[in-house]
């Protein structure tokens, strides 16, 4: 996970809904098609980590080349899907990626004029019957009327329609004519699972709450001068107090919800440091440099002081689960493994931060569901910060030095220009920024000028 010290703040992006737009250039949804540039050339000099790469392929079944393509599609795919969600308006249906490398994004709109536009970004359009604000709209009924029966309710984008997971015969039908909602806008799953918070699984490195349970960081913030870290609200109540990994006094939550979110924080004494780390595999440093969501369908990584490093991939954002203690909305549900005491743990698409662990079933022997507490509304609720810089290596041998205003996680439009290195390029292709994908490093996207 994240050294064992997290401090979270909150950056202004623009927390409204299920993509978000990180910092960078303008967006420009009508740009003029890039010069074509595969994404084999565009990875040759990408710097995707070991630690990274070796996860994805024992997870997911993909080769390093596999999984580096991969990533570069996703990372395109992230900010093409904000671009159109902005644009679309009320009309965006959702994204989500297919293919064994996340090679197509398909956007849905449920207006026909759009699909041009969508096509034009570089993305398939579907058009679909209902908004996703519409299907949200009714999902928030059925959750203010669901039971332990009726633990898990989504929309999936790809069907347009409500799932709801029933774990007895009958239950989805009783909640739906309960709510008033139609029945044609759901399909019934039946399901033996029942999720509960994981109050006894770790996330990154771990850390104890009075001195007793178990939970793990998720991403170090800051506020101000305080350091501290993003975790679960359901590993504690503002006013209890924390220890390291180490057992050392490390701070206490400030502010904690649970049920309704599952979002809390963490503020360290003067012992404790904010890093932009997640703990990778075998302990390895995987950086953040932002916290973008990324579609349904993205590869996602979670790192827990139980379980450790485990892959998998996004399956549908803004999910409501019942828990005994109640009922969380707005989570994201996965396929990434999860045990007691990787609560409160970081999940990481690539190098942008997406959530901290909630709850699940299943295990990492046979395989199961977990939900993450998206980061950025955490951010925004506390007013945090997500470290994203410092105690970097700096550059190598030969290499400029950094600085200016091309950023890591930004998200670029073709034709935007930015400055590193002392040096002013011009953008190639649309896509969001990453750790490896420097300027003088990736010429299929940046144009030294």
């Not at 770790?202 to 709450?209: E, H």
């Not at 990994?245 to 701070?251: E, K, S």
């Not at 945090?384 to 600085?403: V, Y």
Request: proline share 6%; with cysteine.
């Amino acid at each position: 996970m994240l050294k064992r010290h997290a401090r979270t703040a909150c950056t202004a992006l623009a927390a409204a809904g299920l993509l978000l737009a990180a910092t960078g250039g303008a967006t420009a949804a009508d740009a003029p098609s890039p010069p074509a540039a595969s994404a084999a050339e565009t990875l040759r000099t990408a710097d995707a980590q070991p630690e990274l790469l070796a996860a994805m392929q024992r997870d997911l079944g993909l080769t390093p080349t596999q999984a580096r393509t991969r990533l570069a599609h996703e990372a395109e795919a992230g900010a093409t899907a904000a671009r159109l969600r902005d644009r679309l308006g009320a009309a965006f249906a959702g994204a989500w990626l297919d293919g064994a490398d996340a090679g197509t994004l398909t956007v849905a709109t449920t207006r026909a004029a759009d699909t041009a536009a969508i096509r034009a970004a570089g993305a398939e359009a579907r058009l679909v019957g209902r908004s996703l604000a519409d299907l949200d709209a009714a999902k928030a009924a059925l959750d203010r009327a669901a039971t332990a029966e009726t633990p898990v309710r989504y929309v999936d984008t790809r069907t347009n329609a409500l799932v709801i997971e029933e774990t007895r015969p009958g239950a989805a039908a009783r909640l739906l004519a309960a709510t008033g909602t139609d029945s044609a806008l759901a399909t019934v799953v039946r399901t033996a699972e029942a999720p509960r918070p994981l109050y006894d699984l770790r996330g990154g490195d771990a850390y104890y709450m009075n001195g007793s349970g178990r939970c793990s960081v998720g991403f170090p913030v800051t506020k101000g001068t305080t350091q501290g870290f993003a975790t679960a609200g359901h590993c504690g109540r503002a006013g209890t107090t924390t220890s390291g990994f180490n057992q050392v006094a490390q701070g206490s939550f400030q502010a904690s919800v649970f049920p309704g979110n599952d979002m809390a924080w963490v503020a360290a004494n003067g012992n404790w440091t904010s890093t932009p780390f997640v703990k990778g595999s075998g302990g390895a440093n995987v950086q953040v440099t932002g916290s973008v969501l990324q579609p349904v369908g993205s590869s996602v990584c979670r790192s827990g002081s139980t379980t450790g490093w485990h892959c998998g991939t996004v399956q549908q954002h803004n999910t409501s689960v019942t828990y005994p203690e109640g009922t969380i909305s707005g989570v994201t549900r996965t396929t990434v493994c999860a045990e007691p005491g990787d609560s409160g743990g970081s999940y990481i698409s690539g190098s942008q931060a997406q959530g901290v662990t909630s709850g699940g079933s299943g295990n990492c022997s046979s395989g199961g569901t977990t939900f993450f507490q998206p980061l950025n509304p955490i951010l925004s609720a506390y007013g945090l910060t997500l470290k994203t810089a410092g105690s970097d290596p700096g550059p190598g041998p030969g290499d400029p030095e950094p600085g200016g205003t091309w950023k890591a996680g930004g998200v670029y439009a073709t034709g935007a220009t930015v400055t590193y290195g002392g040096a002013t390029y011009r953008c190639l292709q649309g896509h969001q920024a990453q750790t490896g994908w420097e300027p003088p490093a990736v010429p299929a996207l940046w144009q030294r000028l």
